[in-house]
């Protein structure tokens, strides 16, 4: 299972090393976990709250996947996403992808990354000591996934 | 027309809703056209529900306003995404 959504914390050691025994071709594996910060624009928040939309997250996130092993040469992908209350520190998600070389998996890896920012549906609420707020898509997200519609 | 409505994010918190099934009247064909509808409903509904405020899906994909429904659709309306 290359996507899952839960609840409950990740080892990244233990999911790499999955990836790593999936295949004896995996010469490089490459990953990237988003964690919680207790800093959005100089307000501090005191935990976050994450959301999605059961069925379509799945799908999306797929449908990221699959676009990314037309485009590299991928031999393995693994995708977390946790839901629910997490803290300053937390991981949030991981996304670790094997290939035979280092710059398939690199790419494939900030690929899904990037798309996963704006094509997956997820929602995150800051808990700020003044109260919540639902933060929205940022532009800087909305240019690092349009960079690829370029290169493709 | 029978359509199921979800909410996610801040309309789903401002409505104090996460789901409904709504029977629409025929003059609703479109996606935009259901959003105007539950707008009439007045109060928080009109001022969350605006076109600017809110992205949808039908049936699991992102759709446009101008999307036609069709009965036992499952919508979706909800603030634009955040995740990772």
Redesign the interface.
């Known amino acids: 299972m290359s996507v899952t959504i839960q609840h409950e914390d990740f080892d990244v050691a233990t999911e790499m090393g999955a990836l790593r025994a999936s295949s004896n071709n995996v010469g490089a594996i490459v990953s990237f976990v988003g964690l919680v910060r207790d800093l959005s624009y100089d307000e501090m928040v005191e935990n976050i709250y994450v959301e999605h939309y059961p069925g379509m997250s799945e799908k999306a996130l797929n449908k990221i996947i699959d676009e990314a092993k037309q485009r590299w040469d991928v031999l393995g992908v693994r995708v977390i996403h946790r839901v629910g209350t997490l803290g300053p520190n937390d991981q949030i998600v991981l996304v670790a992808t094997a290939s035979s070389h280092r710059g398939h998996a690199f790419s494939s890896c900030e690929f899904i990354i990037d798309y996963l920012k704006t094509d997956a549906p997820f929602w995150k609420k800051e808990v700020k000591p003044q109260g919540g707020e639902w933060v929205v898509t940022k532009d800087s997200d909305i240019q690092r996934m349009e960079r690829w519609h370029r290169q493709s | 027309m029978h359509i199921k409505i979800?909410y996610?994010?801040?309309p789903?918190?401002s409505l104090k809703l996460s789901d409904e099934t709504v029977d629409v009247p025929s003059s609703v064909t479109t996606l935009g056209e259901l959003l105007a509808w539950l707008r009439a409903r007045g109060d928080i509904w009109a001022q969350e529900l605006t076109e600017n405020r809110v992205r949808c899906?039908i049936n699991?994909?992102?759709a446009a306003w101008s999307a036609k429904l069709k009965q036992h659709d499952e919508v979706?309306l909800?603030?634009?995404?955040?995740?990772?």
């Open positions: 979800l996610f994010g801040r789903s918190e899906a699991q994909e992102f979706a909800f603030s634009p995404i955040s995740g990772g």
